[in-house]
Nanobody, 123 residues
Framework: QVQLVESGGGLVQAGASLRLSCAAS????????MAWFRQAPGKEREFVASISWSTYVGDSLKGRFTISRDNAKNTVYLQMNSLKPEDTAVYYC???????????????????WGQGTQVTVPS
């Protein structure tokens, strides 16, 4: 079983940047499609970005958010710039077996999940 641990969240002012990290266990990290989802209070879980050999970012987040991975370190990152109050949410790292070449937006497709890290951007 793969364990995922997110870090890097916190409280920042609007316009600031954060870089989230997700460290994965296991020896087959490079064969997994990785993703970030987020969930705000009272709202459904929302796809943020995914990465296999290519990257996809949710339409509303393009230009501000960037996903990347370092297979040598078993780590996936989410760079978040120009943060807005509406970005406030718990951000979850997820992994699915296999590499998919499209934006994998369905949470049910993912096999492993981290515990989440809180990002708060006050109004």
């Amino acid at each position: 079983q793969v364990q995922l641990v997110e870090s890097g969240g916190g409280l920042v002012q609007a316009g600031a940047s954060l870089r989230l990290s997700c460290a994965a266990s296991g020896r087959t990290f490079s064969t997994y499609t990785m993703a970030w989802f987020r969930q705000a209070p009272g709202k459904e879980r929302e796809f943020v970005a995914s990465i296999s050999w290519s990257t996809y970012v949710g339409d509303s987040l393009k230009g501000r958010f960037t996903i990347s991975r370092d297979n040598a370190k078993n780590t996936v990152y989410l760079q978040m710039n120009s943060l807005k109050p509406e970005d406030t949410a718990v951000y979850y790292c997820a992994a699915r077996r296999g590499l998919v070449g499209t934006d994998s937006v369905r949470s049910n497709d993912y096999n492993y999940w981290g515990q989440g890290t809180q990002v708060t951007v006050p109004s």
